[in-house]
């Protein structure tokens, strides 16, 4: 007897590397691609998204942007940041929420994304999560072409090469080309994950939910 073909889904992770709901959206998901096991192959895109496109490059105080951009109360943020805490530590991932201190822009770090994207499926998720290690965990700048250009070298990237993509406007028209795909397909909010161009799930959903969604998937075909 012939073990069947594991289904093959493409997904589209949109995601900003600033989006706290982004990093317990992606450990969720990996969690439940590991529950699916052989039946179900994985093609794991990230697609950029700015939450914050014009913010200035030295960035902004996290409490003052709260504040101006949602009304958030110094006390309402608080209680949002401890339980973004539970819910990353429930995923096995450490916000150091008092390690991180300012919003920055981090247009220069979906630029590197792409170009880790040329490179290969791994290398691109690796960055991801190293990316969202440097911010949330180490509380150091998204938008720094220093620790840019460091944390692709620990993943194995080329260091020359990510400064160089750094110090130019490279994948710069290619970055903006899709973020305004995804605006346009009404995408608002994230993370959004998309399966086969045709099926989303919104938000940092529970590993449950995502597993649901690739078994139903999968089996339709």
Not at 62 to 82: D, M, V
Not at 116 to 143: C, N, V, W
Not at 190 to 210: M, R, T, Y
Request: glycine share 10%.
């Amino acid at each position: 007897m012939t073990t069947p073909a594991p289904s093959t889904l493409k997904i589209d992770f949109v995601s900003d590397v600033s989006c706290p709901w982004c990093v317990i959206g992606l450990k969720s998901l990996e969690d439940a691609l590991g529950r699916v096991g052989d039946g179900v192959k994985a093609e794991l895109h990230f697609q950029p998204f700015e939450l914050n496109p014009k913010m200035a490059p030295e960035g902004q105080d996290i409490g003052e942007h709260l504040a101006e951009k949602y009304g958030s109360t110094p006390e309402q943020s608080q209680k949002n940041r401890e339980m973004i805490r539970a819910r990353g530590a429930d995923v096995g991932f450490t916000f150091s929420m008092d390690k991180r201190s300012r919003i920055y822009n981090t247009f220069d770090a979906h630029r590197l994304l792409h170009w880790a994207g040329e490179e290969g499926q791994g290398i691109q998720l690796a960055l991801k999560e190293a990316l969202f290690k440097a911010y949330f965990t180490d509380g150091q700048s998204p938008g720094s072409h220093e620790v840019l250009a460091r944390v692709a070298g620990d993943v194995g990237l080329d260091i020359a090469r990510a400064k160089a993509i750094l110090a130019s406007d490279e994948y710069a028209d290619a970055v903006r080309e899709r973020e305004n795909f995804y605006l346009q397909q009404g995408i608002h909010a994230v993370p959004a994950v998309i399966i086969n161009d045709k099926h989303l799930i919104s938000g940092g959903q529970p590993a449950e939910v995502f597993e649901q969604a690739l078994r139903q998937i999968a089996a339709a075909g």
